[in-house]
């Protein structure tokens, strides 16, 4: 006589945001350790933190002893710290903060080794609670500026070696080895649906027919998947980043420049997404607000 075990499988869920800070010591003075307070992401990518070495350890601190006090993690120093503070005083800076276990982690753009380059690329190799393998990046590209022929010639250098490295993630990543995740502000608006007026920004950096074929590359050539765009559908925007300028962020009048561009076997795992826009201008710390996605395992 055979007897029926019935066996349940429980789905683990991990979130994972990306956020263009706009100066770590700025965000927080507005406010930004209440939001980490709230959300406690299992993973936080950060841009532009734009702050020294000295000035960011005990701003950490403060976000590890938010996650804490909610009830995420059981120790202050189960929250892992990576970053880079660029070379270029008051520039770029990026940092990547994990609640899981990491077990590696590198700094910088493979072939890059400018100081305007610095603190834009930093990877942790990460195991999920479910034990999924996964690479982490956090990537801050170049803004550019059209009236600025320097300026743009370091954005393209910039998204020509990451397409070395997209494409070693992409290998390693294929027949179900280690899943890689692109998260960050790429300051490129893919396509019309990414931006409130494309029209009239066609000649604008951050919307060049020569930016955007990049984004072609990575999904198109290199397989990998814009998250947001995939739980998003077919419509306009939504936006992360609305100017400082005029009404933009009132009217809505912004451009989705933060993405996270997953291999194709992580990419099926995502389930939802949530850009958390400040419910008004003065409330808000960045002028990018956070995209988190959840992914389940």
């Given at each position: 006589?055979?007897?029926?075990?019935?066996?349940?499988?429980?789905?683990?869920?991990?979130?994972?945001?990306?956020?263009?800070?706009?100066?770590?010591?700025?965000?927080?003075?507005?406010?930004?350790?209440?939001?980490?307070?709230?959300?406690?992401?299992?993973?936080?990518?950060?841009?532009?933190?734009?702050?020294?070495?000295?000035?960011?350890?005990?701003?950490?601190?403060?976000?590890?002893?938010?996650?804490?006090?909610?009830?995420?993690?059981?120790?202050?120093?189960?929250?892992?710290?990576?970053?880079?503070?660029?070379?270029?005083?008051?520039?770029?800076?990026?940092?990547?903060?994990?609640?899981?276990?990491?077990?590696?982690?590198?700094?910088?753009?493979?072939?890059?080794?400018?100081?305007?380059?610095?603190?834009?690329?930093i990877e942790n190799d990460i195991t999920t609670p479910a034990g999924n393998l996964l690479t982490v990046v956090c990537v801050y590209v170049h803004a550019g500026?059209?009236?600025?022929?320097?300026?743009?010639?370091?954005?393209?250098?910039?998204?020509?070696?990451?397409?070395?490295?997209?494409?070693?993630?992409?290998?390693?990543?294929?027949?179900?080895?280690?899943?890689?995740?692109?998260?960050?502000?790429?300051?490129?608006?893919?396509?019309?649906?990414?931006?409130?007026?494309?029209?009239?920004?066609?000649?604008?950096?951050?919307?060049?027919?020569?930016?955007?074929?990049?984004?072609?590359?990575?999904?198109?050539?290199?397989?990998?998947?814009?998250?947001?765009?995939?739980?998003?559908?077919?419509?306009?925007?939504?936006?992360?980043?609305?100017?400082?300028?005029?009404?933009?962020?009132?009217?809505?009048?912004?451009?989705?420049?933060?993405?996270?561009?997953?291999?194709?076997?992580?990419?099926?795992?995502?389930?939802?997404?949530?850009?958390?826009?400040?419910?008004?201008?003065?409330?808000?710390?960045?002028?990018?607000?956070?995209?988190?996605?959840?992914?389940e395992f």
């Amino acid at each position: 006589m055979f007897s029926r075990i019935a066996v349940t499988l429980v789905a683990m869920s991990i979130t994972i945001t990306t956020s263009n800070v706009n100066g770590i010591r700025a965000a927080k003075r507005k406010g930004i350790e209440t939001w980490a307070a709230q959300h406690t992401p299992n993973v936080w990518c950060m841009q532009e933190v734009r702050a020294p070495q000295s000035e960011i350890d005990p701003i950490f601190d403060e976000f590890a002893f938010e996650y804490t006090t909610a009830g995420a993690i059981d120790s202050q120093d189960r929250l892992d710290r990576t970053n880079e503070v660029c070379r270029v005083k008051g520039r770029a800076g990026v940092a990547l903060l994990a609640d899981l276990d990491v077990t590696a982690r590198r700094y910088g753009l493979p072939g890059l080794t400018q100081d305007v380059d610095s603190g834009r690329w930093i990877e942790n190799d990460i195991t999920t609670p479910a034990g999924n393998l996964l690479t982490v990046v956090c990537v801050y590209v170049h803004a550019g500026n059209t009236d600025d022929p320097v300026k743009m010639e370091q954005k393209y250098r910039f998204l020509d070696t990451m397409l070395n490295r997209m494409g070693e993630l992409r290998d390693e990543a294929a027949d179900g080895g280690r899943q890689a995740l692109l998260c960050g502000d790429f300051n490129i608006a893919h396509t019309s649906a990414d931006i409130k007026n494309a029209k009239a920004n066609e000649k604008h950096a951050g919307f060049l027919p020569e930016e955007r074929a990049y984004v072609d590359r990575w999904l198109g050539e290199y397989g990998f998947v814009d998250v947001t765009r995939r739980l998003a559908g077919d419509i306009q925007g939504p936006y992360t980043w609305w100017s400082q300028r005029g009404r933009a962020f009132d009217n809505n009048v912004g451009w989705r420049l933060d993405y996270q561009f997953a291999t194709p076997a992580l990419a099926e795992t995502a389930v939802s997404f949530d850009i958390d826009k400040a419910p008004s201008y003065d409330t808000r710390w960045s002028d990018h607000a956070p995209l988190t996605i959840t992914y389940e395992f």
